[in-house]
Every structure is written in C-alpha cells, then in structure tokens.
C-alpha cells in the first residue's frame, strides 16, 4: 500500500481540511519550518511498505536551516544540534560507528520512520504549533502502521513519545523505550540503552534487513 491509500480516511476529512488551512495561514504569516514543501518528507522518503523502524520526534527544530522534515535530523550546513550530537555518542557507544552525516536522509532511505508528532513550527518558537492539531495527524499514521503491519520496531525516547505507546500493539512489535537524548535527561537513561544494537538484533531475528547507521 502507499501512503495516500493509508491516509486517505483522514485527509480526505473537514478535520485535516481545517488543519491545513492554519498552517498555511502560519507559513504566509512568517517564518515556519521546515519549508513547506518538506513538512511531509519523513513519508516521501519512508514508503510504507518499506517502513521498519518508527522514531517518534516532538517537533521540527526552531532555527534557521536546521528543520528538513525528518525528526532529528539537520542540514549539512548548520552545527548538530544537542539531542542530536547526544545520539550520535550512543551510536557509537553501542555499534562503534563514527557517525559525522547530520542528515539522516540514509536511515529514512532503509525504513526509518522519522516522525514528529508536530510536523511544523514558528522560527524560534518552540513548539509553536503544536495546537494546530498535527497529533491527530500523525497518531493515526502510528496506529496504522501498527494495526496493518507486524514486527516494526517503535523508539520512544522521552516521556512525551511514550505517550504514543497507546496507539501500539506490543504483541506483534518491538517498542524500545527510554529518556530522551536531550541535554537535560541523556545521563537519566539514554546513555547506555544501546538503541542501535537492539533495533539490528530484533530485525535480524524476524529475516529483515538491518539498518546500516
């Protein structure tokens, strides 16, 4: 299936109409990230069927040319910003791989879903939108990959991507949980959780491909 059949029921609704109509009045209003042609980019490069791995962000980054639509993720041109130099230590903590690539464009290539919850924002104002009403969004994108597919891995670093735990069957996937990499919780539990390693072993287990990070 491709991702306008699985969305169709709630794109083609008043809800997601409405929704589409403030964040284009946010866009036209000022600056919002990421531009408005990639607000949709973790779909584009992530088909469904070839979904493997679900990592659930809040938000896009806030400043200027670091939001590409994948969560996480920055462009080539700024500094990695701290979350994101935090899961690159781990990376290499856990697989011993060096990874300097701030793009995360190759992962989103092999079937990791980089997901925000919140697929847009205000510059400089951090999560500006996330009443526009994006979680309804993007929760059902979450619920339907785990009611039409098995043995997906879903990583939910943080309390606030714990909370999509819900929407999740764990008889029939993996849900690998743990602090966020965030400055301010990396020492409470990422450092150590070994993410990388665990994605790859429970892939291998069920004959899928493993990621190469």
């Given at each position: 299936m491709?991702?306008?059949?699985?969305?169709?029921?709630?794109?083609?609704?008043?809800?997601?109409?409405?929704?589409?109509?403030?964040?284009?009045?946010?866009?036209?209003?000022?600056?919002?990230?990421?531009?408005?042609?990639?607000?949709f980019r973790?779909?584009?490069?992530?088909?469904?069927?070839?979904v493997?791995?679900?990592i659930?962000?809040?938000?896009?980054?806030?400043?200027?040319?670091?939001?590409?639509?994948?969560?996480?993720?920055?462009?080539?041109?700024?500094?990695?910003?701290?979350?994101?130099?935090?899961?690159?230590?781990?990376?290499?903590d856990?697989?011993?791989?060096?990874?300097?690539?701030?793009?995360?464009?190759?992962?989103?290539?092999?079937?990791?879903?980089?997901?925000?919850?919140?697929?847009s924002?205000?510059?400089?104002?951090?999560?500006?939108?996330?009443?526009?009403?994006w979680?309804?969004?993007?929760?059902?994108?979450?619920?339907?990959?785990?009611?039409r597919?098995?043995?997906i891995?879903?990583?939910?670093?943080?309390?606030?991507?714990?909370?999509?735990?819900?929407?999740?069957?764990?008889?029939?996937?993996?849900?690998?949980?743990?602090?966020?990499?965030?400055?301010?919780?990396?020492?409470?539990?990422?450092?150590?959780?070994?993410?990388?390693?665990?994605?790859?072993?429970?892939?291998?287990?069920?004959?899928?491909?493993?990621?190469?990070?």
């Amino acid at each position: 299936m491709i991702w306008n059949e699985i969305l169709a029921p709630i794109k083609n609704t008043e809800y997601f109409e409405h929704l589409w109509q403030k964040v284009k009045e946010e866009y036209a209003a000022g600056k919002c990230f990421p531009p408005k042609n990639q607000i949709f980019r973790a779909l584009e490069l992530t088909p469904f069927d070839e979904v493997k791995v679900v990592i659930i962000g809040q938000d896009p980054y806030h400043n200027d040319y670091q939001a590409n639509g994948l969560c996480f993720s920055v462009s080539e041109t700024v500094a990695a910003p701290p979350s994101l130099k935090n899961i690159f230590t781990e990376l290499k903590d856990d697989l011993g791989i060096e990874r300097t690539k701030k793009e995360l464009d190759d992962w989103a290539q092999q079937g990791v879903l980089l997901l925000n919850a919140t697929l847009s924002v205000r510059a400089h104002s951090p999560n500006s939108h996330k009443d526009l009403g994006w979680e309804k969004f993007t929760n059902f994108i979450i619920k339907a990959i785990s009611d039409r597919k098995e043995n997906i891995v879903f990583v939910l670093w943080g309390a606030f991507a714990q909370k999509k735990e819900e929407f999740i069957d764990s008889s029939k996937h993996l849900i690998i949980k743990s602090a966020h990499p965030s400055p301010f919780s990396v020492y409470r539990g990422f450092y150590g959780s070994k993410p990388f390693s665990k994605i790859n072993d429970y892939l291998k287990s069920k004959n899928s491909e493993i990621i190469s990070w």
